[in-house]
C-alpha cells in the first residue's frame, strides 16, 4: 500500500516496524527445534501481519511457523537453495526433500533473477505463486562514472590496468575459487578488488593461489 503512493524507500521503511531477531533459523544445528520454539514465542507477542525472511535458511523456521501460526510467508532468495547448491550430498538430498515440502506454506517469492524465480516455482510446483524479480541495485549518487576513484585505484588505472570488483560474502557458494582461479589466467592487465566478509579465510586462499599482488582487498 505505501509503496502505491510514491514514497521515497526511507519514507516506506519508516512506516514498517522491524523485529530484528537473532540466527535462529539455520537448519544444521541439533538445537535446531529448540531455536524454532524460540522464535515462535517471538512470532506470538510480536503478532505479524506477515513474515519475511532472506535466504534459504529462514525457509525452514519461518515455513514451519507460518503453517502452524497461519501467517502469510514472503521469502526473498537471491540463490538457489540446499538442493540446488549444499556440497554435502547428504543434507543436498535431506534438505531439498523438506525444502520442496516447506514450500508450499510461501505466499510469495522475491528473487534477483529470473533463473532463481523460475527454480523456486518449480520447486514449489505452483506457477501461481506469486513471484517477484528485484533486481541488485545501487546508489547511483555513490557509484557513477563522475564520481573520484579511491586513491589506490586510480593509481592503477594510470598505469592502463583493468580494474574487476567484487562486493558480497566470501563463501564458496558465491564461487570465489573461480574468481581466483580467473584472476589466475586473465593477464597482467587485470587487478581485482574484493570487498566482503570472512575476510581472513580469503586472505589465506589468495595466498595460497599466490596472487598477493593481482587480488586486493
Known amino acids: 500500500v505505501v509503496a ?5 524507500s526511507q519514507e516506506i521503511l519508516s512506516k514498517i516496524n522491524f523485529h530484528r531477531i537473532k540466527k535462529y533459523s539455520y537448519p544444521k544445528g541439533v538445537n535446531f527445534f529448540f531455536k524454532i520454539r524460540a522464535l515462535k514465542k517471538i512470532v506470538k507477542k510480536v503478532k505479524p501481519d506477515i513474515l519475511y525472511g532472506i535466504g534459504g535458511n529462514t525457509l525452514f523456521a519461518l515455513g514451519i511457523i507460518a503453517k502452524e501460526l497461519k501467517i502469510p510467508l514472503v521469502i526473498e532468495m537471491h540463490g538457489a537453495g540446499h538442493s540446488g ?17 516447506i514450500m508450499r ?16 516455482l518449480d520447486l514449489a510446483k505452483n506457477p501461481l505463486l506469486p513471484a517477484r524479480v528485484m533486481y541488485g541495485g ?29 562486493v558480497g560474502n566470501f563463501k564458496a557458494y558465491q564461487g570465489i575459487d573461480f574468481i581466483l582461479e580467473s584472476a589466475l589466467d586473465s593477464g597482467d592487465d587485470f587487478i581485482y578488488t574484493m570487498v566482503g566478509k570472512d575476510s581472513e579465510r ?3 586462499k589468495i595466498a595460497a593461489y599466490h596472487l598477493q599482488d593481482k587480488v586486493f582487498m
Request: aromatic content about 14%.
Open 4 to 8: 502505491a503512493q510514491n514514497l521515497t
Open 85 to 101: 547448491f549444499d556440497p554435502n550430498v547428504f543434507w543436498r538430498c535431506a534438505l531439498g526433500f523438506f525444502e520442496k515440502r
Open 105 to 120: 506454506y510461501v505466499s510469495g517469492i522475491v528473487t534477483v533473477s529470473l533463473k532463481i524465480k523460475d527454480y523456486y
Open 138 to 166: 545501487v546508489d547511483t549518487d555513490l557509484f557513477n562514472p563522475q564520481v573520484p576513484l579511491a586513491p589506490e585505484m586510480q593509481k592503477i588505472r594510470q598505469k592502463g590496468k583493468i580494474v574487476v570488483g567484487y
Open 202 to 204: 580469503l586472505k589465506e
